[in-house]
């Protein structure tokens, strides 16, 4: 009898509160656990991750969005280009800072969830949806290889304190800095 009269005592307001973030959070810590289960699989792979194991499905649920694969996807380093968590990853190191600080590519991987959870979507064409939480933001795809899927896959994330570059250019500009040398 005291959890009813809890609940008639509490405002709707904070109650509704509680259970929304307690969800949020409980969903933010599954996406975490998924990135950490699929980077770890990537390790023991050497970095070669493909098929079902390269993809966890349902990694996270968010109201408003739905269901959320993440995939390990795919980096070609001497472009600059790519999808998924490796190019999240080829990202920083070409970069240069997972090599300054792995532990902070760590941290930046696993911001991932909290942008999907707390941010705001908004559509971008027909299957694409992009999730933005304070200046970050991350992009998600109905499409998996080019064909439709029923769930979105997280495919880019992008960090923007103050003015950054994409992948694509430091790519280059590494390449150009590479040929220069004598």
Same mark, same amino acid.
């Given at each position: 009898?005291? &959890?009813?009269?809890?609940?008639? &005592?509490?405002?709707?307001?904070?109650? @509704?509160?509680?259970?929304?973030?307690?969800?949020?959070?409980? +969903?933010?810590?599954?996406?975490?656990? @998924?990135?950490?289960? &699929?980077?770890?699989?990537?390790?023991?792979?050497?970095?070669?991750?493909?098929?079902?194991?390269?993809?966890?499905?349902?990694?996270?649920?968010?109201?408003?969005?739905?269901?959320?694969?993440?995939?390990?996807?795919?980096?070609?380093?001497?472009?600059?280009?790519?999808?998924?968590?490796? #190019?999240?990853?080829?990202?920083?190191?070409?970069?240069? $800072?997972?090599? #300054?600080?792995?532990?902070?590519?760590?941290?930046?991987?696993?911001?991932?969830?909290?942008?999907?959870?707390?941010?705001?979507?908004?559509?971008?064409?027909?299957?694409?949806?992009?999730?933005?939480?304070?200046?970050?933001? @991350?992009?998600? $795809?109905?499409?998996?290889?080019?064909?439709?899927?029923?769930?979105?896959?997280?495919?880019?994330? +992008?960090?923007?304190?103050?003015?950054?570059?994409?992948? $694509?250019?430091?790519?280059?500009?590494?390449?150009?800095?590479?040929?220069?040398?004598?």
């Amino acid at each position: 009898m005291p &959890l009813p009269i809890l609940i008639t &005592l509490a405002p709707v307001g904070v109650l @509704a509160w509680v259970l929304i973030n307690h969800d949020e959070e409980t +969903q933010i810590q599954r996406g975490r656990e @998924a990135l950490r289960t &699929l980077i770890t699989r990537a390790a023991k792979a050497g970095g070669k991750l493909t098929g079902e194991s390269a993809i966890i499905r349902n990694a996270m649920f968010v109201p408003g969005i739905g269901k959320i694969d993440f995939r390990w996807g795919y980096f070609d380093p001497k472009k600059g280009k790519g999808s998924g968590i490796s #190019k999240i990853i080829g990202a920083q190191k070409l970069k240069r $800072e997972y090599y #300054k600080d792995p532990v902070f590519t760590q941290r930046f991987v696993l911001r991932i969830p909290d942008i999907l959870a707390r941010g705001k979507p908004s559509k971008v064409g027909k299957t694409r949806l992009k999730v933005t939480h304070e200046k970050d933001f @991350a992009f998600l $795809e109905k499409q998996l290889d080019g064909k439709p899927v029923d769930n979105w896959v997280f495919n880019a994330y +992008q960090q923007t304190p103050g003015k950054t570059l994409s992948t $694509e250019k430091v790519a280059k500009e590494l390449r150009k800095r590479k040929a220069s040398r004598p």
